[in-house]
């Protein structure tokens, strides 16, 4: 895989299926239903409890508009994605071109994702950390893969945008 | 005959209303929590962007959440305080509003 700044798009070539198929998977690992803990962390409380008319006015006005924000973002990274189902060739490597203007939904996408994901897997500060982990040989250790791998994409689109 | 002394007992709620007013500009801070998940880096453009902070100044705070679990980040009024923590949750930030002692 190889990634680099191509006029106005961020564009990752080389990506081989599996890379690609873990792209794909973004969107839907932002669904935070029926993921334990998941929901509390997306959409985690202003205040400490005792606050209560805070956090009631949270819940009636800021988080419909924060989920809002979320699915925006999700539909952008979805729409950018439709570039890899063009491929006529199965198992062909192949190329996705990030506009620069969607860097933001894609940081916002992948952070749900990773987020979402550490939630479902329950993943310790260890975990994340755990760099020189063996071979994927659960759903858990491809979580973690996973979570790794979106933190590669949204550091390259940081260090892209620090660069203007 | 209209007496001010009548009237001010008789309005009560013109005294609750100062003192929820009051109660409201108290002031308050803006905290971020530490979290294992959101990137170093990530974290410091989102101090950069939301309370336009330098670089090194964000970077400090950045390291003050990831050392110390928390990191306060603004103190004012109530209303910006929820703005700026709605803002920090727009990014998926960890963030509280606080009353300060």
Redesign the interface.
């Given at each position: 895989m190889e990634i680099r700044r191509h006029g106005d798009c961020i564009e990752i070539s080389e990506l081989d299926p599996f890379l690609a198929e873990l792209l794909r998977q973004v969107p839907e690992s932002t669904n935070a239903q029926g993921v334990e803990g998941a929901q509390e962390r997306l959409f985690s409380s202003p205040a400490a409890e005792s606050e209560r008319e805070i956090c009631a006015e949270w819940k009636l006005y800021v988080e419909p508009e924060l989920r809002r924000l979320f699915e925006t973002a999700t539909q952008t990274v979805a729409c950018d994605l439709q570039q890899l189902n063009g491929s006529t060739k199965p198992f062909a490597n192949c190329t996705l071109r990030i506009p620069a203007r969607n860097s933001d939904a894609w940081l916002n996408a992948l952070n749900q994702a990773r987020l979402v994901i550490a939630a479902k897997y329950n993943f310790s500060e260890a975990d994340l950390c755990d760099h020189y982990r063996s071979p994927i040989g659960s759903r858990r250790d491809l979580g973690l893969f996973q979570v790794n791998f979106y933190g590669f994409l949204q550091e390259f689109i940081l260090h892209e945008l620090e660069k203007g | 005959m209209h007496s001010p002394l009548k009237l001010s007992v008789e309005s009560p709620v013109v005294e609750k209303e100062t003192r929820a007013a009051e109660e409201h500009d108290l002031p308050w801070q803006v905290v971020v929590h530490n979290?294992?998940?959101?990137?170093m880096?990530?974290v410091t453009?989102v101090f950069q962007k939301v309370f336009g902070y330098t670089r090194e100044l964000a970077e400090r705070h950045m390291l003050e959440v990831h050392h110390q679990g928390r990191s306060i980040l603004w103190c004012g009024m109530r209303e910006r305080a929820?703005l700026y923590?709605?803002q920090l949750?727009?990014?998926?930030l960890?963030?509280?509003?606080?009353r300060t002692n």
């Open positions: - | 979290d294992p998940v959101n990137l880096s990530y453009m929820e923590v709605q949750h727009g990014y998926l960890l963030a509280t509003l606080e």
